[in-house]
């Protein structure tokens, strides 16, 4: 059964640094894309980075610079580094495992991002 565990949350001041982790069991990791999310309550889900199966990566452009997504197949794990963490940064970061055609999804619970002024 496919899994997805998010970890790496917590509280920090304004500034701060995070970095969030993925570790997917039950799917053959090195093939799917992974995106990581985040969500606000009541508020949509907005896509905040991307890698696909052969490491290329994208951002929101209002993420370029500040956060970095990597992956190492050999752990099944997708890493998400926040740099400068401001406020509005804070929510639910929820992590996506998916085929190149989305025909295949899995997601994750998420870590909760708290960052205070």
């Known amino acids: 059964q496919a899994q997805l565990v998010e970890s790496g949350g917590g509280v920090v001041q304004s500034g701060g640094s995070l970095r969030l982790s993925c570790v997917a069991s039950?799917?053959?990791?090195?093939?799917?894309?992974i995106d990581w999310y985040r969500q606000v309550p009541g508020k949509e889900r907005q896509l905040v980075a991307g890698?696909?199966?052969?490491?290329?990566?994208n951002y929101i452009d209002s993420m370029k610079g500040r956060f970095t997504i990597s992956r190492d197949n050999a752990k099944n794990t997708v890493y998400l580094q926040m740099e400068n963490l401001q406020p509005d940064d804070t929510a639910n970061y929820i992590c996506?495992?998916?085929?190149?055609?989305?025909?295949?999804?899995?997601w994750g619970r998420g870590t909760q991002v708290t960052v205070s002024s």
């Open positions: 890698i696909t199966s052969t490491g290329k990566k």
């Open positions: 039950g799917i053959d990791f090195a093939v799917y894309f």
């Open positions: 996506n495992a998916h085929s190149p055609r989305h025909d295949i999804e899995h």
